[in-house]
């Protein structure tokens, strides 16, 4: 659970609590780690992925429609700008503090 809050930016018990909620909800399910029966694995069910794959369908759509607005050349620039925000964040040195900010390392 420390894990998922570190990516999270959060406390464990706020990735506890979201867990919890989602296991209810019926998209993950929690299990006792193999190796040490004090970690927890989280899994996500068909449910969720199926969750996840419309979320992710929904927002490519929504992204066409807005980049239809956009010129070819404001498109480039677009995704120029979109990647270097994406490497950046996925770089060691980007990560996400408790208060939503971008803390850097």
């Known amino acids: 659970m420390s894990a998922i809050a570190q990516k999270m930016g959060h406390t464990t018990a706020a990735a506890s609590g979201l867990v919890a909620r989602l296991e209810n ?3 993950v399910v929690r ?3 193999r190796e040490d029966r ?7 069910t068909a449910k969720g992925s199926a ?3 419309r979320i992710r369908e929904e927002m490519v759509g929504n992204l066409m429609k807005i980049m239809q607005h956009l010129t070819p050349e404001e498109q480039k ?7 270097k925000i994406y490497n950046y964040c996925q770089s ?14």
């Open 77 to 83: 620039a677009w995704l120029h700008i979109y990647s």
């Open 92 to 105: 060691k040195d980007c990560h996400p503090s408790g208060d939503g900010d971008i803390t850097h390392k």
């Open 25 to 27: 909800l019926g998209y």
């Open 51 to 53: 969750l996840v794959r």
């Open 38 to 44: 004090r970690k927890v694995m989280v899994c996500i």
């Open 31 to 33: 299990s006792a780690a």
